[in-house]
């Protein structure tokens, strides 16, 4: 009974060193990325009549998250002496958190070294797993985007993904394509969805994908365009920034065609309302007609309403009236099409026999002879109506 009386004296009036809180105190807060301040960390003595001399505290971090995050400009601080029960001093470690930490709760150890009643033996009290809370700065950023060339009346599905490469987290986050300017709400239009996307709530390094289908009007004109667009959250976050696109000038052609003797004149007119350039218009190989000579040609830029026509030496060849054409040309984006258009055509028989090796060559050669003998019998007239005479005896 005696020895169980002494044991429960030694610990009642042991020194004894305790924090009040888990937390670690900051000198301001909350603690964000890049900040250099001070970090307390208050020390009471909870032993009976006696006192803590020669009290040191020192901070340490308890894993490797919390050494990368966190540098200890001094990890040390000495209090002296903490005088009997209940009394409390405080000590005091400046920080510097690194720029890239992420928001979140960190963790150190504690150790208090004191000197005991005899002034001699020293002991520690290890104090785990104090907190040091972290707040870090979202910060939104689009990673990608589908959005590229569009076409007037079109229907294009987009996809746009943003990505948090903050240090915080946003939360209950909307992203919202704003079309509430006049020009944008009468070129553009969301459908179905509307313009607003909930996208909830965003750690630090995730991604999201927003999905939307966009119309474009027939009025919209070539050029490039600028969709802002605008990210809110709690904590009165916002942020702005504009996405680009470009309107396609797209266009359309009208063929009619001339024939002259042995060759076909195409008409080609610009018949849209976006200019083309390097427009090229080709007879492509088909049943029936051929091409004798070049098959292509190159009429430059067309303006709306603006025409012009190419001539080729196109040869019937089948029994239908069916001519292919091919129209190039490169629209205001600077992308190339090929458009096909079809023309029913009627040669004249001249026109259809011209070109080819056979018919063609007689051709020419029959009247050659006619013309060559004509000139002969002009130039011999006298001789010939002198024998034509001596021949029927009416010579004198």
Known sequence: MRKFLIILSILLFAPIASASSNYLVTESAPVNPGDTTY??????????????????????????ASTNAVTLLNDVDTLGTIEKWGEERTAKFRIHVNPETLEGDYYFDVYVTSRGIDGTALSTTKLEDRILTIKGTPKIM?????????????????????????????????????????????????????????????????????????????????????????ITGQNNYSSTDYIGLVVGGKTDFEISYQETIGSLSLNVANIGVNPASAVTVSLPRQENYSVSGSSSSVLGNLNPGDYTSAIFQVTKKGTGNVLEVEIQYTDTSGKRHKEIKTLVVDLSSATAQAGTSGSGGTSFTTWLLVITGVIIVYWQRIKIITYYRKFTGKAK
């Open 39 to 64: 970090v307390y960390v208050p020390i009471k003595n909870l032993g009976h009549g006696t006192n803590l001399y020669d009290v040191s505290v020192k901070l340490v971090p308890k894993d490797s």
């Open 142 to 230: 689009f990673l990608n985007s589908t959005l590229r060339i569009v076409e007037p009346i079109s229907i294009n599905r987009e996809t746009l993904t943003i990505k948090n490469k903050g240090t915080g987290t946003i939360e209950n986050a909307v992203f919202e394509i704003s079309l509430a300017d006049n020009e944008m709400k009468s070129v553009f239009s969301i459908l179905g969805s509307g313009t607003q996307f909930f996208i909830g709530n965003l750690k630090a390094g995730d991604e999201v994908e927003i999905v939307f289908d966009l119309a474009v009007d027939i009025a919209a004109l070539p050029g490039v365009y600028n969709l802002p667009v605008k």
